[in-house]
């Protein structure tokens, strides 16, 4: 009976989500009602109580803030407009060069953001006016800024790479330093699609007529420095082994904090507006984790994942059909919701399934990083899609769907990578991260 219950259930918050109810009210009021239903009120009742308190102690949560208050410090005191300008000088001259520079720019940003959709629309409102100047085609542009923005769901600091290693039980650090290469290789396969499309057909991207001199490169360079301080402190003090994912998180809005105040970009109100917006987004993410570790307890009690598990160990289902099972779910799944979201409904189901069919988790957490990237591209809800279309809403949402399939069959691309080159998570970590 408590199985059928957790199925039920299963299916009815992604109805809700579906209807825009909340996912924090869709996670939490479901998984309520649930454990009510098999647990008794009692217990409910002592779990809802302890929950928020868990989550607000959590000091593995306690980044969460820190990266996000380190990526509107670095957006609201100009650090991502100077990391655009320079990708644009040294990059411009190549075919499809500023979709180029966008994508690689917006690389450079996820790693001072740690949020897909901040670095969509970061750098959506520089990109996006300056390629529509140069000619350039709508979807390429959009299609552009929308994938790129996804680089911030990957590389670190990955704000749902904390979320999963939380729940999965796994080293943060160890995730971080997992998802650098493959996030390398996703940049670098977006940049050569552009470069082979538009050289193919140059009707997409006009090659601007006056090239950017060496001096204005090289001085371009001078502007960029905050970015890789800010990488080399976060990255470098977690690889090193010197601080934990937390600590260095501290570290980067320090490091931004300074950074600004040196070259005196920090004004009071920039300042305030990077604190309300952190307030503001870190209380939509505890919420919707206080709803998530609800659902994860009343999974428990359900004993759904456990069936799960227990299935396909009874059935040996192949390893390569569980792995097209999940990315179809999640395909699916993101057609009516968004990543976080998707992350928190299934990882209390998916991890015990892994786990015992003998996977590494440190691995199946960057590849469900990917699927949910591939999601976020997903028509018809992918959110980064609805983030670059409202930079310029003239043009069709439709536009962007077109623009963004050829990113969508990149993500294949690097999925296949992902699976059938399993190691190269393992390539960077070094023995004293923990």
Same mark, same amino acid.
């Given at each position: 009976?408590?199985?059928?219950?957790?199925? @039920?259930?299963?299916?009815?918050?992604?109805?809700?989500?579906?209807?825009?109810?909340?996912?924090?009210?869709?996670?939490?009021g479901?998984?309520?009602?649930?454990?009510?239903?098999?647990?008794?009120?009692?217990?409910?009742?002592?779990?809802?109580?302890?929950?928020?308190?868990?989550?607000?102690?959590s000091?593995?949560?306690?980044?969460?803030?820190?990266?996000?208050?380190?990526?509107?410090?670095?957006?609201?005191?100009?650090?991502?407009?100077?990391?655009?300008?320079?990708?644009?000088?040294?990059?411009?001259?190549?075919?499809?060069?500023?979709?180029?520079?966008?994508?690689?720019?917006?690389?450079?940003?996820?790693?001072?953001?740690?949020?897909?959709?901040?670095?969509? @629309?970061?750098?959506?409102?520089?990109?996006?006016?300056?390629?529509?100047?140069?000619?350039?085609?709508?979807?390429?542009?959009?299609?552009?800024?929308t994938?790129?923005?996804?680089?911030?769901?990957?590389?670190?600091?990955?704000?749902?790479?904390?979320?999963?290693?939380?729940?999965?039980?796994?080293?943060?650090?160890?995730?971080?330093?997992?998802?650098?290469?493959?996030? /390398?290789?996703?940049a @670098?396969?977006?940049?050569?699609?552009? /470069?082979?499309?538009?050289?193919?057909?140059?009707?997409?991207?006009?090659?601007?007529?006056?090239?950017?001199?060496?001096?204005?490169? %090289?001085?371009?360079?001078?502007? /960029?420095?905050?970015?890789?301080?800010?990488?080399a402190?976060?990255?470098?003090?977690?690889?090193?082994?010197?601080?934990?994912?937390t600590?260095?998180?501290?570290?980067?809005?320090?490091?931004?904090?300074?950074?600004?105040?040196?070259?005196?970009?920090?004004?009071?109100?920039?300042?305030?507006?990077?604190?309300?917006?952190?307030?503001?987004?870190?209380?939509?993410?505890?919420?919707?984790?206080?709803g998530?570790?609800?659902?994860?307890?009343?999974?428990? %009690?359900?004993?759904?994942?456990?069936?799960?598990?227990?299935?396909?160990?009874?059935?040996?289902?192949?390893?390569?059909?569980?792995?097209?099972?999940?990315?179809?779910?999640?395909?699916?799944?993101?057609?009516?919701?968004?990543?976080?979201?998707?992350?928190?409904?299934?990882l209390?189901?998916?991890?015990?399934?892994?786990?015992?069919?003998?996977?590494?988790?440190?691995?199946f957490?960057?590849?469900?990083?990917?699927?949910?990237?591939?999601?976020?591209?997903?028509?018809?809800?992918?959110?980064?899609?609805?983030?670059?279309?409202?930079?310029?809403?003239?043009?069709?949402?439709?536009?962007?769907f077109?623009?963004?399939?050829?990113?969508? %069959?990149?993500?294949?691309?690097?999925?296949?990578?992902?699976?059938?080159?399993?190691?190269?998570?393992h390539?960077?970590?070094?023995?004293?991260?923990?």
């Amino acid at each position: 009976m408590s199985i059928t219950i957790g199925a @039920i259930s299963f299916v009815v918050i992604t109805l809700l989500t579906g209807l825009r109810v909340p996912i924090a009210l869709s996670l939490g009021g479901v998984a309520f009602i649930g454990m009510w239903i098999i647990v008794g009120p009692t217990v409910t009742l002592a779990v809802a109580k302890s929950t928020p308190f868990e989550v607000a102690a959590s000091w593995e949560l306690s980044a969460v803030p820190l990266f996000i208050l380190m990526g509107n410090i670095a957006f609201r005191t100009g650090m991502t407009e100077s990391l655009f300008r320079a990708a644009r000088l040294w990059l411009g001259w190549l075919p499809g060069g500023l979709a180029v520079a966008t994508n690689f720019a917006s690389a450079g940003f996820s790693a001072a953001s740690g949020s897909s959709l901040a670095t969509t @629309i970061a750098m959506g409102r520089l990109a996006i006016p300056e390629m529509r100047k140069f000619g350039y085609d709508n979807a390429l542009t959009l299609g552009t800024v929308t994938a790129a923005g996804t680089l911030g769901s990957l590389i670190p600091p990955s704000i749902i790479l904390v979320i999963y290693g939380i729940f999965a039980e796994q080293s943060v650090s160890k995730l971080f330093i997992a998802a650098i290469v493959p996030g /390398i290789i996703t940049a @670098i396969i977006y940049a050569a699609m552009i /470069i082979i499309r538009c050289w193919l057909n140059p009707a997409l991207a006009p090659v601007p007529d006056k090239a950017a001199d060496w001096g204005e490169r %090289f001085s371009s360079l001078i502007d /960029i420095w905050p970015l890789p301080l800010l990488v080399a402190g976060v990255i470098g003090s977690i690889y090193t082994g010197i601080a934990t994912a937390t600590e260095a998180a501290a570290l980067g809005a320090t490091l931004a904090f300074l950074i600004a105040l040196a070259q005196r970009r920090l004004t009071v109100r920039n300042f305030s507006a990077s604190l309300t917006e952190t307030v503001v987004s870190s209380g939509a993410l505890f919420f919707i984790a206080v709803g998530a570790i609800l659902m994860n307890r009343f999974m428990g %009690f359900s004993g759904l994942p456990t069936y799960l598990a227990n299935m396909l160990e009874v059935y040996a289902v192949d390893p390569w059909m569980l792995l097209l099972l999940t990315g179809a779910f999640f395909f699916i799944l993101g057609t009516v919701m968004e990543g976080l979201g998707m992350v928190l409904l299934t990882l209390p189901i998916l991890i015990p399934v892994f786990q015992s069919q003998g996977f590494d988790l440190i691995w199946f957490g960057i590849l469900v990083v990917k699927f949910v990237e591939i999601a976020a591209l997903s028509p018809p809800l992918g959110l980064n899609m609805f983030a670059a279309a409202s930079i310029a809403p003239d043009i069709p949402i439709t536009t962007v769907f077109r623009g963004v399939m050829w990113f969508i %069959f990149c993500e294949f691309v690097v999925v296949l990578l992902l699976i059938l080159f399993p190691e190269m998570t393992h390539w960077l970590l070094p023995a004293g991260v923990q």
